[in-house]
């Protein structure tokens, strides 16, 4: 049967990701494609107790406390944690509970953009947040990458050459695909013209529980003096990624409408995982937990640079992630990058994601490929980079 | 701050009983008002052991099995499970796991309605979809409710009349807010009108296993011979509500597709709850837990009609369910149903539901209210239907 789809749906493709998971599902393919934490980083014994005893009170199959802005208890434990942990809020802040970190891009878009409305974006970016914004009927437009974050002037650029820009979208810390950091001055650049052009600022940060080297910068929120920006948060990477919970700061009349929207998408997120992380925050050492969590990606990701700067050609570079799960290589001009992945994956199986899945343009070129060091075993990367070491000198 | 909101927010408001259930937080209030499913009829030991087993395994962080159309093993079961007890599936349907039953409806309207399109609805029902449909910026028809379902002649008029309509939305069994039930009779009829006119069906039978009376009919989907219905079922009311669990089976290219949509907004359902539906449902007896369930439901329903009809005035008239959560009570012409539900609510802590909220005309008059027997307890249910008897009698 042909069935008459809406328009929207025209334009939808599956992610390239998903499309190279099919791939490695089940098979012995060294997963450097995936974006999973570390699965040894999780507090399994803890999420069990905390577990058993909610069980025996009743507490999942008790909704009084339930409310589309999230479980009350841990509204509550999310208010004090983000100025504690993440960022200074305003006396005019309020967080909301989320259905995984996703659905926060998701509200805040629907929130402040019209079908045709520009949303700025750090190009490379997230897949799953350039799609989720495909999806509403959106104007991309990327605004390139430098070391130490977004291109000052070509934003400029952008917010001149486009009426439209309602929303800046970033990921400051530990980016994904390029596991960059966005410097402070680069951080305060963003916001002065956000306030000039009126501006929403969307910051994602996924990873930031993470860092593993370096000095820590100031979240782009904890200069926000007029409410401009919606922080988003997620506990996946701390204590467990199957809870797809997250959380958003922002204005209290943003998180008002938020509530709204998502009491009409999903009702509130699932109970029992939010009572998993308001137990775990109130009762548990996270800071500590978070300590063993960043020994383990540190662990990681040096033996991951150790092994690429031994057998790589250097005709390739990288980045040298100071936290997150991700780093990404760059061939050199000339070289045929697709060729190169997909031959990793067929006949080495080792698999990556090819740069052109996080361009902005969709059918832009890419000279780049991400690599995750958080998922593979210890021996799969060291395995697995000695094979991409060896393509790198035959192909190149 | 004045935040330039984008154009779909200024239609929205917040669902009605959202604001009502205000008023009836950590309060003394009789929760009429309520919709949950009642607390002791789940498995809470079961759900205990599974958990307990699945953290020793480390299972809940294995994202391995994930898609977005679901945990692995549940898709499996949810497959077999679909047309072992609730309707015949045709081999090119495949099922899809939700976060929560109401991202079906937001996933199917979102494939099939464009803006502006027509979705027909049962009128009244449920708020909950109605408002997901709204913020999605379609025209919705209402089609009168009638005690068999709804009025086939004002179906056909609202297809002769409505050239954009491109899906009709109904709840068959114990439908919200009526606890009516559509005969086998109006199925046929409107599956009939619905290949005539390549109109799809959205089929939300969320309270499906809580027949505690009368005989079972059979599900539209069953009628479906040309892939034209989407089925959407949840876990919410048989295992754990807090657990935000539902399905859909439909044809596998809608499928397909909704899994795409499904990881542009949340990237999959909670892990955590659906590796507990899927251990529970391969593991226990479903059927007999069912059958608990049921008896419990049995009971409620009936302790409510008993005081009802000894203590109401003969001219309210009310509908009396085979199975779910709510009957729907109709005031006599020319009675004051606002003022009826506020006084309960205010001077007698006993909150219902007004009939307004349910209407699919928004601002459309209504002599109706909403009771709901699985929250209460059988306490609150006696006292507070002898306090709502009273005031038929004073007021009308």
Redesign the interface.
Known sequence: ?E???????GS????AI?EILKYT??SDVVPFAAG??A?DA?P??E??QI??EA??E?A?????S???QGYGPLVEEVRKLVPARYTPLRPEDDCLIL??A??GM?LAV??????G?TILCEDPSFI?SL??F??QKLELRGIPLEADGVSIPALEEALRSCPRA?MLYLIPNFQNPTGQTMSLEKRQAVYRLAKEH?LMILEDNPYGDLRFAGEEVPAIKSLDT??LVIYVGSFSKII?????VGFVAA?R??IR?M???K???????????Q?ICARYVSRYDLAGHIQEARAIYRRKCALMLEEMDRTFSPKVTYTRPEGGLFLWCTLPDGADMADFCTRSVRDYQVATVPGTAFTVAEGASSQCFRLNYSTPTDEQIVRGIRTLGRLTHELL
Chains 1, 2 share one sequence.
Do not use: H, W
């Open positions: 049967m069935y008459p789809f809406s328009q929207r749906i939808l493709k599956a992610s998903r599902v089940g999973n934490p699965p999780f399994t014994k999420v069990a577990v058993d069980l025996r009743g999942f199959t008790d909704l009084s339930l409310t589309p259905s995984g996703t659905q998701d629907k929130l402040f953009c019209s079908e409305d799953g799609n989720s495909r999806s309602r009126g007029e409410g467990a990624p199957g809870l797809r204005d009349e943003i409408r509530a709204v929207l009491a009409d998408e999903d009702q509130a997120a699932n109970l029992m995982a009572i």
